[in-house]
């Protein structure tokens, strides 16, 4: 082989090899940000912005709704993982060799279900804990009937402001 035979064959190989390597990093930095999703996933919401909405609140009052929020959340705990096991079951029984059509719709149906429950019970809890407090207290802890994407955009202060009626 010529010189130059050479030098092309040892660009393209280390042309190769840079995709390679970018594309391996791409991988695990996909890979890695999935896992995050995932770990984000399993832990509790709204625990930072919730404890900005409590910070205003008289101590004793804030430690009683804390201790209530935390029993609901507890409470309902069984039917979120009922509802991401359902859907994760869902997932792999649709990625199978043959589609159970029928089975990935009654574990989509089940997930749908479990989540409302738990959505029902947190909601129901809150409304409870509300109903507990002074109308100035009761004000400031409205945003823990908003859903959690919602609720943390809106306690927090990012992404603008709060959303609903009040918020003009």
């Known amino acids: ?3 130059r035979v050479l030098k092309i064959a040892l660009a393209v190989s280390v042309a190769l090899n840079l995709f390679a390597v970018a594309g391996g990093a791409a991988y695990v930095v996909s890979r890695a940000q999935v896992e995050r999703k995932v770990d984000d996933q399993s832990r509790p919401g709204r625990q930072a912005p919730l404890a900005e909405v409590l910070a205003d609140l008289d101590p004793a009052t804030r430690e009683r709704v804390r201790q209530a929020m935390r029993q609901s959340a507890l409470s309902a705990r069984p039917d979120f993982e009922a509802s991401r096991n359902a859907r994760r079951e869902a997932i792999a029984v649709a990625g199978g060799t043959t589609l159970d059509a029928a089975r990935v719709r009654a574990l989509l149906e089940q997930s ?3 989540e409302m429950r738990g959505r029902a019970r947190l909601e129901t809890d809150a409304v409870a804990i509300l109903a507990g407090l002074e109308p100035e207290d009761r004000k400031a802890l409205t945003p ?5 994407g919602d609720g943390r955009r809106a306690v927090a202060g990012r992404d603008g402001p709060p959303h609903g009626p009040d918020a003009r």
């Open 1 to 3: 082989m010529s010189d």
């Open 144 to 148: 823990i009937l908003q859903r959690k």
């Open 112 to 114: 749908r279900a479990a």
